[in-house]
């Protein structure tokens, strides 16, 4: 009985070290491009929870841009959880694999938000391959779940909703949408999210249909992502709040955002992959009537907290977007943009936003950074703290202002006019019928 017992004794104990008692064997998650914006906090919501995590990042060694996770797991250090780096490029053959290893889930968050805009593949190419690449780690290792981080720009705008928005019929936009507008040419960043979307379907569709064992799959689509910064890298959507407080410029576009919480998003995130019977598309969204801004709206509200930074005083007539995308003028800004914001100006909104209910329906998800004037506050508070802006622009008079912004319209117009006799780009027919 003693030596039975002895054997009992170490056999249980040779499963605690090895996790299969306390299930560390299933602890482990594999986050995709975990410098970037969203990942990185991710990381954080997971490092809070105690997962160990296996972080892809294109250059390990580069201790500057990983710093950030560092401290993040020191913070967490207590929960247990720690961090594994693998280095990774989307444009790699086989890039996930090594890290895939051991882990039994994987959030694939990483994808190109900015590329050469005559050169449309530097976008598409490493987006639509690197969620392949992902599923097929995953396929292959034996992950058991795969949250793939996507965006509305997979969903909308859509030709039968985008210019018929009334009174009558103005319903947000949801996860049954795809958007069928965006071209490789007009509308490059979100052609390439609706690409990738579409392939990860598809592919996880082939796998099943071969008889081959695929990951419970899910994909997260968000708008505008708003909140702290955890360094001092700056992505596209936090460039509405840094354009707005750093007095760079004396003017606003004319253009309306609905601003999610990034921490809800990645909340929802580690969420999805904890509720066993979520699968499919989720939207991640406050509500449009209360979280939908325009640029100038921003201003105000960081105005009345922060009243000693240089805020914008003026906003650009509606028909300057369109002038400054044709010509080029701003790298992010382009036709596709600018003709959103002219729907949003004329539509309030595109008179529609998203509707993020579905995981609070089907999941008991709940929102906890509702209040959009928190966010707002709290993204422009951790500029401030990593120096991104420090308010040292002084806000010009309104004569200068005027004076500058006359200039700048005949600037624009006459390098438009030398683009447009010089290239001849024009944008696809929004016409289009299906």
Same mark, same amino acid.
């Given at each position: 009985?003693?030596?039975?017992?002895?054997?009992?004794?170490?056999?249980?104990?040779?499963?605690?070290?090895?996790?299969?008692?306390?299930?560390?064997?299933?602890?482990?998650?594999?986050?995709?491009?975990?410098?970037?914006?969203?990942?990185?906090?991710?990381?954080?919501?997971?490092?809070?929870?105690?997962?160990?995590?296996?972080?892809?990042?294109?250059?390990?060694?580069?201790?500057?841009?990983?710093?950030?996770?560092?401290?993040?797991?020191?913070?967490?250090?207590?929960?247990?959880?720690?961090?594994?780096?693998?280095?990774?490029?989307?444009?790699?053959?086989?890039?996930?694999?090594?890290?895939?290893?051991?882990?039994?889930?994987?959030?694939?968050?990483?994808?190109?938000?900015?590329?050469?805009?005559?050169?449309?593949?530097?976008?598409?190419?490493?987006?639509?391959?690197?969620?392949?690449?992902?599923?097929?780690?995953?396929?292959?290792?034996?992950?058991?779940?795969?949250?793939?981080?996507?965006?509305?720009?997979?969903?909308?705008?859509?030709?039968?909703?985008?210019?018929?928005?009334?009174?009558?019929?103005?319903?947000?936009?949801?996860?049954?949408?795809?958007?069928?507008?965006?071209?490789?040419?007009?509308?490059?960043?979100?052609?390439?999210?609706?690409?990738?979307?579409?392939?990860?379907?598809? %592919?996880?569709?082939?796998?099943?249909?071969?008889?081959?064992?695929?990951?419970?799959?899910?994909?997260?689509?968000?708008?505008?992502?708003?909140?702290?910064?955890?360094?001092?890298?700056?992505?596209?959507?936090?460039?509405?709040?840094?354009?707005?407080?750093?007095?760079?410029?004396?003017?606003?576009?004319?253009?309306?955002?609905?601003?999610?919480?990034?921490?809800?998003?990645?909340?929802?995130?580690?969420?999805?992959?904890?509720?066993?019977?979520?699968?499919?598309? %989720?939207?991640?969204?406050?509500?449009?009537?209360?979280?939908?801004?325009?640029?100038?709206?921003?201003?105000?509200?960081?105005?009345?907290?922060?009243?000693?930074?240089?805020?914008?005083?003026?906003?650009?007539?509606?028909?300057?977007?369109?002038?400054?995308?044709?010509?080029?003028?701003?790298?992010?800004?382009?036709?596709?943009?600018?003709?959103?914001?002219?729907?949003?100006?004329?539509?309030?909104?595109?008179?529609?936003?998203?509707?993020?209910?579905?995981?609070?329906?089907?999941?008991?998800?709940?929102?906890?950074?509702?209040?959009?004037?928190?966010?707002?506050?709290?993204?422009?508070?951790?500029?401030?703290? %990593?120096?991104?802006?420090?308010?040292?622009?002084?806000?010009?008079?309104?004569?200068?202002?005027?004076?500058?912004?006359?200039?700048?319209?005949?600037?624009?117009?006459?390098?438009?006019?030398?683009?447009?006799?010089?290239?001849?780009?024009?944008?696809?027919?929004?016409?289009?019928?299906?």
């Amino acid at each position: 009985f003693k030596m039975a017992n002895f054997r009992f004794q170490l056999l249980l104990l040779l499963a605690v070290s090895t996790g299969i008692v306390n299930g560390d064997s299933k602890r482990c998650v594999v986050v995709t491009g975990c410098t970037g914006f969203l990942a990185g906090h991710v990381v954080d919501q997971m490092l809070a929870k105690g997962y160990n995590i296996h972080c892809t990042v294109r250059d390990k060694s580069d201790s500057k841009k990983i710093q950030f996770l560092l401290d993040l797991e020191a913070e967490h250090r207590n929960k247990g959880g720690k961090i594994t780096f693998f280095n990774a490029n989307l444009l790699d053959n086989d890039p996930f694999t090594e890290a895939t290893k051991g882990c039994y889930a994987m959030l694939h968050v990483a994808s190109p938000i900015s590329g050469d805009r005559n050169d449309p593949d530097s976008i598409i190419k490493p987006a639509l391959q690197g969620t392949v690449s992902a599923l097929k780690a995953a396929v292959t290792e034996g992950i058991e779940t795969v949250v793939v981080t996507s965006s509305t720009a997979a969903l909308s705008p859509t030709f039968a909703k985008k210019d018929s928005c009334n009174d009558a019929n103005c319903e947000p936009y949801d996860e049954t949408d795809n958007n069928d507008v965006a071209t490789p040419v007009y509308g490059t960043y979100a052609h390439s999210k609706t690409l990738a979307l579409k392939a990860a379907y598809d %592919y996880m569709a082939e796998q099943e249909a071969a008889g081959i064992k695929v990951p419970r799959m899910a994909t997260v689509h968000f708008p505008f992502g708003i909140g702290p910064q955890q360094n001092e890298r700056i992505t596209s959507s936090q460039k509405f709040i840094e354009i707005v407080l750093s007095g760079r410029m004396p003017f606003v576009f004319p253009a309306g955002i609905q601003i999610t919480d990034i921490r809800d998003v990645a909340r929802a995130h580690v969420h999805i992959l904890e509720t066993q019977k979520a699968h499919g598309r %989720y939207l991640i969204a406050h509500s449009p009537e209360t979280h939908s801004k325009y640029m100038m709206e921003i201003a105000d509200m960081l105005r009345k907290e922060l009243p000693h930074y240089p805020y914008p005083v003026l906003e650009l007539p509606v028909w300057v977007a369109p002038v400054v995308a044709m010509c080029g003028i701003v790298k992010e800004y382009d036709l596709y943009r600018a003709e959103a914001d002219l729907r949003v100006r004329f539509n309030k909104y595109d008179g529609r936003g998203y509707n993020g209910n579905k995981i609070v329906r089907e999941l008991g998800f709940e929102y906890k950074y509702d209040n959009i004037t928190q966010t707002v506050l709290d993204s422009a508070h951790s500029m401030i703290k %990593y120096k991104i802006v420090d308010g040292t622009a002084k806000t010009l008079p309104i004569f200068y202002i005027l004076f500058a912004v006359v200039q700048i319209i005949f600037i624009l117009l006459g390098r438009c006019v030398w683009n447009y006799c010089t290239r001849r780009k024009v944008a696809p027919d929004n016409k289009k019928t299906q």
